[in-house]
Nanobody, 127 residues
Framework: QLQLVESGGGLVQPGGSLRLSCAVSSPLLDYYVIGWFRQAPGTAREGVSCIRTNTGDTLYIDPVKGRFRITQDIAKNTVDLQMINLKPEDTGVYYC????????????????????WGQGTQVTVSS
């Protein structure tokens, strides 16, 4: 059974940086897309960024463009999310998820298309 384990969350001041990592128990290329999602208290989970594993193509939601960067390490089976210039509205539990479905690009942030999820890591941006 696929396991995804997130790490790297924590408490950071506005303007600070964090690097989240998702360790995947199977080869990344077994999955079509690996994504990072987040959920703030009282809100729905939203897609943040994702990477298409066989091409390295990436996608970001507008609020994080220019501040977040998703990368993959095929040899280590990890997908990282580098976050800079963090804002209080970035606070939430961050999850990585994987799907082997060949999704059209407009479904890359549809969380119901991802059958495999990690347990999440908390990111808190506060002064």
């Amino acid at each position: 059974q696929l396991q995804l384990v997130e790490s790297g969350g924590g408490l950071v001041q506005p303007g600070g940086s964090l690097r989240l990592s998702c360790a995947v128990s199977s080869p990344l290329l077994d999955y079509y897309v690996i994504g990072w999602f987040r959920q703030a208290p009282g809100t729905a989970r939203e897609g943040v960024s994702c990477i298409r594993t066989n091409t390295g193509d990436t996608l970001y939601i507008d609020p994080v463009k220019g501040r977040f960067r998703i990368t993959q390490d095929i040899a280590k089976n990890t997908v990282d999310l580098q976050m800079i210039n963090l804002k209080p509205e970035d606070t939430g539990v961050y999850y990585c998820a994987a799907t082997d479905k060949h999704l059209p690009v407009w479904e890359f942030f549809s969380d119901d298309k991802y059958p495999n999820w990690g347990q999440g890591t908390q990111v808190t941006v506060s002064s």
